[in-house]
């Protein structure tokens, strides 16, 4: 590719080489010039694109919340999922899994992930504390050395 400077300063050359009657040098110069204008939109459509994709994976990073075993996708107060952490970790996707009888399944690497038991009711009593002692036992006992 040209330089900038070849850039900034060729349509100056071609004008210069066409006063001059140079028509054929002055075809060639805007010739390249041309090559390297459509290679450099060429570059800058690429580097767009590199820059949408980018700017996705860093709104989904946002979205996405781990558990401690699965990705969620919180969505405009739409919580999606499980997926695969195993997946999303080693290649960036988002992949359903499936629940089973006592785990989620997932389809592509085929990681299993263990459906928590539901707690027990919070309405069972705890175990209470005896406060009312009717005997106190000392916690170390004197006793003679003989």
Known sequence: MFSTLFQATGFKRALDLFEAGRLEEGKALLKSLQDEFLAVCEENEALKRQLSEVAEVLDLAEKVQFDGQKYWLNDEDERRGPFCQVCYDRDGLLVH????????????????YMIPRESPATDRKKPQLRTNLKKTIPLFFERELG
């Not at 899994?97 to 299993?112: A, D």
Request: aromatic share 6%; net charge neutral.
């Open 97 to 112: 899994l499936h629940r089973r009888e006592n785990h989620w399944e997932c389809q592509s690497c085929h990681g299993l």
